[in-house]
């Protein structure tokens, strides 16, 4: 008896995890092309800021494997529309994409960016405490 209703479990979360594939929204990866990149202040504070910041803040996002598989796809692309629209290092003619600029130093500091779940992902996104005042520092130069 408990044999069956675990089968019939197991076939039910199948079935739900193989419908969830039919949803299209996840599956849009674009990335629009760079319009601008801010002027930076060093090649070192762009590519510390590549590392950790560009997959949601850019229009140079690099799609994971996983991020074509619904649920997480959903949360994938979510995160990235989020990210690119409150901080847009692709598109800094726009005025949009300044909109977190005061702020970037400030949460990479803090440690709320980059987020916990994106560097359990993303290990190279890890900054150490060094690299996060470096960060800070060269975007408050970068960004003002």
């Known amino acids: 008896m408990i044999r069956k209703i675990l089968i019939i479990v197991v076939i039910v ?10 949803v299209p929204y996840g599956r849009g990866h674009t990335n ?51 990210g690119r629209g409150r901080l847009n290092f692709s598109e800094w003619n726009t005025g949009m994409a300044r909109g977190g600029s005061r702020e970037a130093g400030e949460v990479v500091l803090e440690g709320e960016m ?16 060094a690299e996060r005042q470096e960060l800070a520092q060269g975007l408050s130069n970068s960004l003002r």
């Not at 504070?45 to 799609?63: G, I, K, M, P, Y």
């Open 13 to 22: 979360i199948v079935t739900v995890f193989l419908l969830t594939q039919l």
């Open 32 to 82: 629009p092309p760079v319009v601008r990149e801010p002027n930076w202040d060093s090649p070192r504070t762009r590519e510390l800021a590549q590392r950790a910041c560009f997959d949601c803040h850019s229009n140079e996002t690099v799609w994971p494997w996983y991020s074509n598989i619904a649920p997480i796809s959903w949360l994938v692309v979510h995160d990235t529309e989020e």
């Open 114 to 129: 980059p987020p916990g779940l994106f560097t359990m992902m993303h290990p190279s996104a890890k900054l150490s405490d």
